[in-house]
Nanobody, 126 residues
Framework: QVQLLESGGGSVQAGGSLRLSCAAS??????????MGWFREALGTERERVAT???????RYTESVKGRFTISRDNAKNLLYLQMNNLKPEDAAMYYC??????????????????WGQGTQVTVSS
């Protein structure tokens, strides 16, 4: 198992930037060997996949954030990041990091991410 703790959320104006961090606890699974992802959930909407990163560093993004968000990981520090630039009001949501300990390549099915953090709120004003 692993525990995840997000930080870095806040309130910014449209066009601004934020960097989210997610710290993963030590576990029997070496941090760099499994898939991690960022998801978000706005009020009244379903949880949406934002970006995922495989164990080899391969990243995938949902279309609406391509070119603006960057997911990365620091395997030496057990950290996951989401750099968010040129934020838009529609990016406002609770952002969660998640882990799939049993796969090196991130699955397409969100339900396979078994471990989730508590979330960090991002607010974007126009």
């Amino acid at each position: 198992q692993v525990q995840l703790l997000e930080s870095g959320g806040g309130s910014v104006q449209a066009g601004g930037s934020l960097r989210l961090s997610c710290a993963a606890s030590e576990s029997s699974y070496t941090y760099g060997t499994y898939c991690m992802g960022w998801f978000r959930e706005a009020l009244g909407t379903e949880r949406e996949r934002v970006a995922t990163i495989d164990s080899d560093g391969s990243a995938r993004y949902t279309e609406s954030v391509k070119g603006r968000f960057t997911i990365s990981r620091d395997n030496a520090k057990n950290l996951l990041y989401l750099q968010m630039n040129n934020l838009k009001p529609e990016d406002a949501a609770m952002y969660y990091c998640a882990a799939d300990l049993w796969r090196e390549i991130c699955p397409d099915v969100t339900g396979l991410f078994a471990f989730w953090g508590q979330g960090t709120q991002v607010t974007v004003s126009s």
